[in-house]
């Protein structure tokens, strides 16, 4: 029987997918179905031209969703190499002030403070007070890992090693920065393994962990050229249009291979094993497609809402996903700048919980520090991206402008080298997600382990693989990884 894949849903996990599975298998059929107009789920990027009231304009790139990429991400270097998109990349040193300066705005205090960039900045204030003692203390904390666990949350690992202040502070903010999610309620070994494995090799303690040489192996079998040349001191890094141009190419390349299918405008309406052990892929235009193995990339949620109850699969809905509220802002520029030089500022759980009475920002990005190259004229303009909600209650506040933007000045007020007051911005954007980035709680890893025997065997028996943010990492990488390793397995 010749095989016929087929891909549910086209945002990064599903066109990688498609790209690795039709070049490992070039005899194959692949029908990638998306269910909206356009590929890459929720990377959105788009360039809009801007004036200020003096006749200068400029084009500008916006993001709605991930704006920048991590050099470590071999998977996606692998793809920058066989895509032909090395000219497009445009990269942060390690050595710019983006890369090297990145601020908290904790809600009790007034201001930003300067995140620790090098070995004297932990004992200026406050990280001297803040870091230091929670960081030094820590090797010598007794392993305090309680027996028999095998997992928990962000918040409950950090304050069993490092203590609560410090829990609160650094744990929630990078938890709020990367899952917009609660640190209290985050899996420590889905989001952060590396964290519990360091806990491991420290005998205890994550500090000492964090100093002994990480002898994991990982797999090499990545074709990245002189790629990884390229990244050699980057911090983080885009494309030219944005990271939209990732999903752009692989749709692109997709589209020329005579072994695949791409449909848009395609919901997926249902899918099960049939009686006579076929499998079925419904879309609502009402083509049936039987192929014969199936990748979901779909949301984890979507997939169970898709599947027929006599092909029901188990833990599909048992991680929440957040919500983000996500304003693009474009200033003029001005003198004394609008903010100090570097990456941005991410905000910590507020000491009295999450409510609706606080301003719900998570934290904001100075994109024109970053990549400022994306942007034609970009040095008579001021680019902020602001990110709300989350575990804080999404209000009509988070779409007003106005009450953003005196949040904002707060956050943006010390010292006294950048502006009290924000100017009107000249362009504003606002747009809702709504569970848009999974929250994988504890056990994650156990969910996702049974799911994955309950697929290789019963009606399914291997012919179904389930793959993207919701099942092994949120990030970028994580997605291209797993399309990469979709259908490994398959041998016939
Ligand atoms: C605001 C935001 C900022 C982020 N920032 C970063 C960042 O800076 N760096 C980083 O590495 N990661 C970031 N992420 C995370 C990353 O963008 C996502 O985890 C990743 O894009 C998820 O890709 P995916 O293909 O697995 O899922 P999705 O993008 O959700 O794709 C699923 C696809 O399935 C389709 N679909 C749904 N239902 C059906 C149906 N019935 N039939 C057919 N198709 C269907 C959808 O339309 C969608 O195209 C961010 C995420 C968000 C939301």
Redesign the pocket.
């Known amino acids: 029987m010749n095989r016929h894949v087929v891909i549910?849903?086209?945002?990064?996990?599903?066109?990688s997918s498609a790209f690795h599975l039709s070049r490992r298998f070039p005899e194959a059929l692949i029908t990638l179905?998306?269910?909206?107009s356009?590929?890459?789920?929720?990377?959105s990027s788009e360039r809009v031209q801007v004036h200020d009231g003096d006749g200068r304009t400029a084009e500008i790139v916006l993001?709605?969703?991930?704006?920048?990429?991590?050099p470590n991400?071999k998977s996606v270097l692998e793809l920058i190499h066989l895509l032909g998109l090395k000219n497009s990349v445009i990269t942060t040193p390690i050595t710019s002030s983006a890369a090297k300066n990145r601020y908290l705005q904790i809600p009790e205090m007034q201001g930003l403070i300067t995140l620790p960039n090098s070995f004297t900045s932990i004992f200026s204030p406050p990280m001297r007070t803040l870091f230091l003692p929670h960081v030094l203390r820590e090797p010598a904390k007794r392993r305090n890992r309680p027996d028999g666990i095998s997992d928990e949350t962000v918040d409950n690992f950090m304050t069993r090693r490092f203590g609560p202040t410090f829990a609160r502070t650094f744990g929630s903010s990078l938890v709020h920065g990367?899952y917009?999610a609660d640190s209290r309620e985050l899996s420590v070994r889905a989001a952060f393994p590396s964290l519990w494995a360091m806990e491991d090799r420290g005998w205890g303690s994550v500090v000492r962990g964090a100093l002994l040489p990480d002898r994991t192996d990982s797999r090499e079998d990545y074709d990245v050229g002189d790629i990884p040349d390229m990244m050699k001191g980057v911090s983080v890094y885009s494309f030219m249009d944005g990271?939209g141009m990732l999903p752009g190419a692989l749709a692109t390349h997709l589209r020329n291979q005579s072994n695949v299918e791409l449909l848009r405008d395609?919901?997926?309406?249902s899918l099960r094993v049939a009686d006579d052990g076929q499998l079925e892929v419904k879309?609502?235009s009402g083509r049936m497609i039987n192929p014969t193995h199936i990748i979901s990339?779909?949301?984890l949620p979507?997939l169970h809402d898709?599947l027929h109850p006599t092909s029901s699969l188990p833990h599909l809905t048992a991680s929440p996903a957040s919500s983000?509220v996500?304003l693009n802002l474009i200033f003029p520029q001005t003198q004394p700048k609008l903010h100090p030089s570097g990456f941005g500022y991410l905000v910590p759980r507020p000491l009295s919980g999450y409510s609706p009475n606080n301003p719900g920002i998570l934290g904001t990005v100075f994109d024109s520090c970053a990549l400022s190259a994306q942007d034609s004229n970009a040095a008579n303009f001021t680019k902020m991206t602001v990110?709300m909600g989350g575990p804080n209650p999404i209000t009509p506040s988070h779409t007003e402008v106005d009450t953003v933007l005196k949040q904002l000045s707060v956050h943006l007020t010390a010292p006294d080298d950048y502006l009290k007051v924000l100017p009107e911005p000249i362009y504003t954007r606002t747009q809702r997600?709504d569970d848009?980035?999974?929250t994988p709680m504890p056990g994650h890893l156990r969910r996702m382990e049974e799911l994955k025997t309950a697929l290789a065997k019963g009606a399914w028996s291997g012919r179904l693989e389930v793959?993207?943010?919701?099942v092994r990492g949120?990030?970028?990488?994580?997605?291209v990884e797993?399309g990469k390793r979709a259908g490994e397995s398959w041998t016939c």
């Open positions: 549910l849903g086209g945002g990064l996990t599903g066109l179905v998306e269910k909206t356009r590929f890459g789920g929720w990377i993001e709605s969703g991930p704006r920048t990429l991590r991400a990367i917009a990271i395609n919901p997926i309406s879309l609502s990339a779909l949301p979507v898709l983000v996500v990110m997600h848009c980035i999974p793959v993207g943010a919701g949120v990030s970028l990488g994580d997605c797993s």
